[in-house]
C-alpha cells in the first residue's frame, strides 16, 4: 500500500501569505491521480485540485498544485480568512483502491 | 446538480452492526463509482472502499475486510455501507463521495455520525 506523508503537520499564517504543503508519496504515483482537499469542521471535505494541478470547478486561481513522481506540493497564494482548515492529498493505485496522506493544518496566527 | 443526502446519526452499542445509506440525485447514479471514507475524531480522512453502482462491484480498503459491506439499490439511486462488530474505534462520521474520472472524489454527502458506546 502506498503511503502518503504530509508536512508540515501545522503552519500558523496570517492572511495575505502565502502556503506551501507537501505530500510525498512512499513510491512513485500515478499523477493523473493525485488529488488535494480542503476540509473544515462539521463540513463535507472540498475538492480542490486534480490530476496533480487541474483546479476542480469553482476553485480560485490562488490554489495550485504541482508535482510528479513522489512529490507532490499545494500552494496556496495570499491566504484568504476562509482558506484555513485541514488540507489532504489523497492518490489511487490502479486498482482504484485510494489513501489519503495525514493531513496539514493551516491555522490563523 | 448532485445531490448526495445521507441518513442520520446513528448510536450503536458495541458487536453491533450499522447500515448507513447514500441517496444520491442530480446525475445518473449508475454511470459514477461511490466510495465511501470516514473521519473518526481527531483523525485524518480514511477511505473504506468503494462500490461501482453499474453491476455493484465492490473493493474495500484492507482494514475492513470481511467486516465492511457496500451495495446499492439502482432504482432508488441510494448506496448503502453496512459495517459488522464494531467497537469504540469505528466512532465516526462516514461519508459518501463520487468519483470523478481522474479518481477525484468531487461530490460528498453530508456525513453521518456513527457513535459506538456501551
Known amino acids: 500500500e502506498i503511503e502518503l506523508t504530509q508536512s508540515p503537520g501545522s503552519l500558523s499564517l496570517s492572511p495575505g501569505e502565502g502556503a506551501t504543503l507537501s505530500c510525498r508519496a512512499s513510491?512513485?504515483?500515478?499523477?493523473?491521480?493525485l488529488t488535494w482537499y480542503q476540509h473544515k469542521p462539521g463540513q463535507a471535505p472540498r475538492l480542490l485540485i486534480y490530476?496533480?494541478?487541474v483546479r476542480a470547478p469553482g476553485i480560485p486561481d490562488r490554489f495550485s498544485g504541482s508535482g510528479s513522481g513522489t512529490d507532490f506540493i499545494l500552494t496556496i497564494d495570499r491566504l484568504e480568512p476562509e482558506d484555513f482548515g485541514v488540507y489532504y492529498c489523497?492518490?489511487?493505485?490502479?486498482?482504484?483502491?485510494?489513501?489519503f496522506g495525514g493531513g496539514t493544518t493551516v491555522e490563523l496566527k | 446538480q448532485v445531490q448526495l443526502v445521507q441518513s442520520g446519526a446513528e448510536v450503536k452499542k458495541p458487536g453491533a452492526s450499522v447500515k448507513v445509506s447514500c441517496k444520491a440525485s442530480?446525475?445518473?447514479?449508475?454511470?459514477?463509482?461511490l466510495h465511501w471514507v470516514r473521519q473518526a475524531p481527531g483523525q485524518g480522512l480514511e477511505w473504506m472502499g468503494w462500490?461501482?453502482?453499474?453491476?455493484?462491484?465492490?473493493n474495500y480498503a484492507q482494514k475492513f475486510q470481511g467486516r465492511v459491506a457496500m451495495t446499492r439499490d439502482t432504482s432508488i439511486s441510494t448506496a448503502y455501507m453496512e459495517l459488522s462488530r464494531l467497537t469504540s474505534d469505528d466512532t465516526a462520521v462516514y461519508f459518501c463521495?463520487?468519483?470523478?474520472?481522474?479518481?477525484?472524489?468531487?461530490?460528498w454527502g453530508q456525513g453521518t455520525l456513527v457513535t459506538v458506546s456501551s
Open positions: 463521495a463520487t468519483a470523478g474520472p481522474s479518481i477525484e472524489l468531487d461530490h
Open positions: 442530480g446525475y445518473t447514479f449508475t454511470g459514477y463509482y
Open positions: 462500490i461501482n453502482p453499474n453491476g455493484g462491484a465492490t
Open positions: 513510491q512513485s504515483i500515478i499523477s493523473s491521480y
Open positions: 490530476s496533480a494541478s
Open positions: 489523497q492518490q489511487s493505485d490502479y486498482s482504484l483502491s485510494l489513501t
